[in-house]
């Protein structure tokens, strides 16, 4: 009932920029918060920046001062600008939404991912 879906991903050097957008669409009500996971080869999903919709932020240690994620509440989009990329961020990135259907009940939707690679 929701959908999520991302671009911006691709293949970067390390020190280049990439920006990542996601779009949500569906039967919604309110999105009480966006973000952004990744999962590299060999290794859980781990959260690397989620954004509420008053507009607080909160980021994984590894991604500090290099990434920012901003959202549009009106649109439903989310997205993060990605920063003195390193080879450690290659991953696919997924994101990640959840708030309200417009039937009043809860939903947690994923995106389908995106690959970003950093060449060192």
């Known amino acids: 009932q929701v959908q999520l879906v991302e671009s911006g991903g691709g293949l970067v050097q390390a020190g280049g920029s990439l920006r990542l957008s996601c779009a949500a669409s569906?039967?919604?009500?309110?999105?009480?918060?966006m973000g952004w996971y990744r999962q590299a080869p060999g290794k859980q999903r781990e959260l690397v920046a989620t954004?509420?919709?008053?507009?607080?932020?909160n980021y994984a240690d590894s991604v500090k001062g290099r990434f920012t994620i901003s959202r549009n509440n009106t649109k439903n989009t989310v997205s993060m600008q990605m920063n003195n990329l390193k080879p450690e961020d290659t991953a696919v990135y997924y994101c990640?939404?959840?708030?309200?259907?417009?039937?009043?009940?809860?939903?947690?939707?994923w995106g389908q991912g995106t690959q970003v690679t950093v060449s060192s």
């Open positions: 569906g039967s919604i009500s309110s999105i009480s918060a």
């Open positions: 990640n939404a959840q708030g309200l259907l417009a039937g009043y009940s809860f939903f947690r939707a």
């Open positions: 954004i509420t919709s008053g507009g607080s932020t």
